[in-house]
């Protein structure tokens, strides 16, 4: 693949982190803004273009802990803009804005800065697993190496300034991705979800805000920022985010033992499938392998490695594989190539 997107995925898919069995993913974000730039709902274009410029030196010449790629997402292919999207690397709307705007990438994909997105700089830290305190103590430290060359926009009342007002604050937002087929199956997610909406918790899709839940994938993330402290902000998130982890892996062991054979066939099947098609959709590829997931966690499929499950979430989305191919594919072409891909590589592993 001969693009800024790598062949390989990011750390936050290999599956080794903390309670990687049910937590996918623990994520956070900071909004931040230059004082002496207006916001950029009522920026002009020259201005917006020199305050991408800028932002792009401070964070070239910045002493990160790891090397960094920047790229002005103006200068790639819409393709390769919508691969970053997938790998939960830019926002939907950041890829499909218009002026000069950018990303900054660390080697492993666990760093991410968007220039000029909603707020001029989005820092993003995305780990594997579940690891809410190492996440914050690098997004800490990068946005700490950053405030002393930027002059952010800060009220001594309100905090740190942004575009949206519900982020005012810190301007911190944590977010978990957790894997639940169980409490889905079970049919108990919808009071789980009852109890998070209850105690200002949100609930989201693979995608974040705006997007539906598939492959019984949801992401949990904090909705208050002002008035509160960083530190209580990843407190409350840290506190209920493992009595959701219990209620998932009670409610394994209940499914399976109650009928043993049915909840193995459900497995089974999935993998089935995945291992012969054909022909597979998004839809269907991300139920499948939901299954499968949690099927290598419970030990009932011990051939293949977590890590290419994981992987197979990102690299059957459109996108990456119409990148592969170099050509933008109708419906049915990504259906068989999605189909290739996953047999091609499970087949390895026989």
């Known amino acids: 693949m001969n693009s800024i997107v790598s062949d390989g995925v990011g750390e936050w898919l290999s599956g080794t982190g903390p309670e990687s069995d049910i937590v996918m993913s623990t994520r956070i974000r900071l909004a931040r803004n230059v004082a ?23 964070l070239e010449k910045a ?20 691969c970053l999207v997938e790998r939960h690397l830019i926002s939907r709307e950041h890829e499909e804005a218009e002026g000069d705007r950018g990303v900054a990438l660390g080697a492993d994909e666990s760093l991410s800065i968007m220039v000029n997105e909603e707020d001029h700089l989005r ?22 190496r950053l405030e002393s060359s930027i002059d952010y926009a800060f009220s001594t009342r309100f905090g740190y300034l942004t575009a949206c007002p519900t982020n005012v604050g810190t301007g911190l937002r944590v977010s978990v991705m957790l894997h639940l087929p169980a409490l889905v199956l079970s049919k108990t997610i919808k009071r789980v979800f ?4 209850d105690i200002n918790l949100a609930v989201r899709g693979f995608y974040g805000e705006g997007t539906q839940p598939s492959g019984d994938f ?28 219990k209620h998932e892996r009670i409610k394994r062991e209940q499914l399976i033992e109650k009928n043993r054979l049915k909840f193995e066939d459900r497995v089974w099947r999935a993998y089935g499938m995945l291992e012969r098609a054909r022909s597979i959709t998004s839809e269907e590829t991300m139920d499948y392998l939901s299954a499968v997931r ?20 990102i690299l059957t ?21 999605r189909a290739n891909l996953i047999r091609e590589r499970l087949a390895k592993y026989r």
């Open 36 to 58: 002496s730039y207006p916001f950029l709902s009522r920026i002009a274009a020259p201005r917006r273009s020199e305050l991408e410029r800028l932002l792009k030196g401070r």
């Open 63 to 82: 002493d990160f802990a790891g090397s960094i790629n920047y790229h002005n997402l103006t200068e790639i292919s819409a393709l390769e803009r919508q």
């Open 123 to 144: 820092l993003q830290v995305l780990r594997s697993g579940f690891q809410v305190d190492a996440a914050w103590e690098q997004l800490r430290n990068v946005d700490d």
């Open 194 to 197: 009852r109890h998070i909406t």
């Open 218 to 245: 949801f992401q949990i993330s904090n909705q208050v920022t002002l008035g509160k402290s960083e530190e209580e902000i990843i407190r409350h998130i840290a506190s209920h985010v493992p009595q959701i982890i």
């Open 294 to 313: 949690m099927g290598v966690h419970l030990g009932l499929i011990d051939t293949i490695p977590i890590g290419l499950v994981n992987e197979f979430f």
């Open 317 to 337: 989305q459109p996108a990456h594989l119409q990148l592969q191919e170099d050509r933008e594919l109708d419906a049915e072409e990504r259906n068989q190539k």
